[in-house]
């Protein structure tokens, strides 16, 4: 069992940097993904930023170069830097990992850019 637990949300300016985290708890083995996804009002949800277990990172084309998504020397806890932020930021957003082909999902954290 994995537990998920998201962090670091608020209110930020336009122009701006939040910094979320992903607490991840329980048994670790066998994760080989992790994910941050984002849903706004009325949209769907979808997928911000991922990370393989040998480093490899994707990105969704409306945060590149603004967004990283990294995690700590033991994956214990998963980031996602959000920099230059955008109204269009304004979503709640989720953390994701993937292990033995099951998915946990964290309660989400609120991320509202004001112009």
């Known amino acids: 069992q994995v537990q998920l637990v998201e962090s670091g949300g608020g209110l930020v300016q336009a122009g701006g940097s939040l910094r979320l985290s992903c607490a991840v708890s329980?048994?670790?083995?066998?994760?080989?993904?992790r994910a941050w996804y984002r849903q706004a009002p009325g949209k769907q949800r979808e997928l911000v930023a991922s990370?393989?277990?040998?480093?490899?990172?994707n990105y969704v084309d409306s945060v590149k170069g603004r967004f990283t998504i990294s995690r700590d020397s033991a994956k214990s806890t998963l980031y996602l830097q959000m920099n230059s932020v955008k109204p269009e930021d304004t979503a709640v957003y989720y953390c994701?990992?993937?292990?033995?082909?099951?998915?946990?999902w964290g309660q989400g954290t609120q991320v509202t850019v004001s112009s």
């Open positions: 990370i393989s277990a040998d480093g490899r990172t």
């Open positions: 994701k990992v993937v292990r033995l082909s099951h998915d946990y």
């Open positions: 329980g048994s670790a083995f066998g994760i080989n993904a």
